[in-house]
């Protein structure tokens, strides 16, 4: 998506090898527009696909899940992040470890949103090293519902959530798939390459 | 906002005299048309007020929020929610109690995002106690930023934040105002008596 790709390439703050911060438009602030036009992208590529359910995870799922919600005319489940739970009785839950904060967070959905008939597709701000999508995914198999495919804003190419999640035959589409943040400079994965 | 009643009388689950779950539609599950009319909503209140910024807080308020930046075309902050902050160098940052889990969190909002020639439009999902809508004012007045009114979604009238925001000469503008969950019934305040 080359309105996404300017957008890094304009405010994305290169920190290290490894980090990318896209705090003016994704993570801290927002920009609605560019979100809309997000939710528009996903709904093209999911369009045909039946879903009944988007699942992202908060905070910064949000905004680009519900504006594919929006595109698809589906509702949206952010499920809950915490650091242990005490009531897991109406929960599907999954552990998300994050190799960023060197923590592991517990991940909840309430079993009153998803169901087995659902058609599920899975949305994240950033795919790094896949946990926070492997853990939507294995909410979505405790409901015994239908994955269709992972939607991600942008994926780092260089770490591999990407390479897991295709090699477990899970369709996965990033809107813009940075191959390399060296020389604190982005570089994207091109088209034709994906 | 009659629609949104609805939906509150429809999908809101009354858990106590106090408490109104509406997780189905804005807190855990969230429904982005309904969310879309809401930030319609919002914009024809706050049209003419030359907001540059909305502010609100994770995770219930992103939505709405990013719908009303959709409408008014301005970009919307997200204040992240801590426990506690080890590094507040380059953030605003205040204290929200949080009556109902009976903890704090130190919420806080880059300083990068908020200057002295921001118009703020302040959001929540709720307003009950007021700590969450204080907080971000108090958040704004660190910038220095003007603020030109709340943007509530579902305020419970009978708790004190509205009053406290009211008298202390605050725009408050909630789009359902409940007056009472007495008997597990969801009453709302009348338009004519706001």
Redesign the interface.
Known sequence: MELLKNKIIEEGRVLSDTVLKV???LN??????L??QVGEEFAKKFRNTGITKILTI??SG??PA??T??EL??????A?KRKSLTLTDHLFTAEVYSYTKKTSNEIS??K??LHEDDIVLVMDDFLANGQAALGLLEIAKQAKATVVGVGIVIEKGFQTGGKQLRDKGIRVESLAIVESLSDGTVRFKEEARI
């Open positions: 705090d003016s438009f801290h602030q927002v920009d609605p527009k979100m809309k908060e905070s949000i905004a519900t504006m919600g929006l005319d589906v509702p949206v489940i952010f809950r959905v309430s009153d949103f």
